[in-house]
C-alpha cells in the first residue's frame, strides 16, 4: 500500500509569502546565523499534521475535513508579530504570529480533530498555537549563537498586517528531499 507524507493546512496568498521573504531577507543582512530557513513559498498555516498515510484514505480524510468546515464562514486572520519555540534562550523555531479572528481558525481546527480521530489520528497533546514557521534552528548551534538569535528576533520589527482570507482547507502531500520537501495539494474542501 503507498504511503503518502501529508497534512491538512491553510495556504497562504503571494503577498504573504513575499512579506515573510523580505523578513528571512532582512535577518540573513545580520550575518551567519544557525538556521535553516523555510523557503517561502512552503510557508503555510499547518492545522493538522497526519504524517503517513495510506494513498486509499485520502477520500475518507477529505469526508472528515467536509464535515469539519459545514456551517463555518470565511474569515480573516493576520499575520503580525515575531516569537520563538520554546523560549529565548533555547530558540528551536522562529515564527510569525497570527492575529484577528483566531477563534473560528480554533474552532475549525477542533473540528478536524474530532473528525479524523474515527480514522485514526489521534488528537494533539499539546494546545494548538497558529503560527507561521520562519526558520528552524539547527541542532548543532551553540548556546550563544541561539542567544543571539533571540536577541535579533526580540529587536526586529514585523508590524505591518498582511490579511489572509480563509476561504479553504487543503489536503496537502510532502515528499521530503534533500533539497527540501516538495508539496502539492490532494484535495481541498471550501468554506462558505
Known amino acids: 500500500m503507498e504511503k503518502i507524507r501529508s497534512f491538512i493546512a491553510i495556504e497562504l496568498p503571494e503577498e504573504v509569502k513575499k512579506a515573510l521573504s523580505d523578513l528571512q531577507n532582512k535577518f540573513k543582512k545580520s550575518g551567519s546565523l544557525p538556521v535553516k530557513w523555510v523557503d517561502p513559498g512552503n510557508i503555510h498555516l499547518t492545522l493538522k499534521f ?11 480524510i477529505l469526508k472528515a475535513m467536509e464535515e469539519a468546515v459545514k456551517g463555518a464562514a470565511s474569515f480573516n486572520i493576520e499575520v503580525k508579530g515575531l516569537g520563538v519555540f520554546p523560549n529565548m534562550n533555547r530558540i528551536q523555531i522562529v515564527w510569525v504570529g497570527l492575529h484577528g479572528e483566531l477563534e473560528k481558525l480554533g474552532d475549525l481546527q477542533k473540528k478536524l480533530e474530532t473528525n479524523l480521530k474515527p480514522l485514526g489520528f489521534m488528537p494533539e ?11 528552524r534552528v539547527r541542532d548543532f548551534a551553540r548556546p550563544e549563537e541561539r542567544q543571539r538569535l533571540g536577541r535579533l528576533v526580540s529587536e526586529a520589527d514585523f508590524e505591518e498586517k498582511h490579511v489572509i482570507n480563509v476561504t479553504s482547507l487543503n489536503l496537502m502531500k510532502s515528499v521530503l528531499t534533500r533539497e527540501g520537501p516538495i508539496y502539492s495539494r490532494l484535495g481541498a474542501v471550501t468554506l462558505k
Open 125 to 135: 497533546n499539546r494546545p494548538f498555537t497558529p503560527h507561521l514557521t520562519l526558520a
Open 50 to 60: 497526519l504524517g503517513d498515510v495510506d494513498a486509499d484514505s485520502v477520500e475518507g
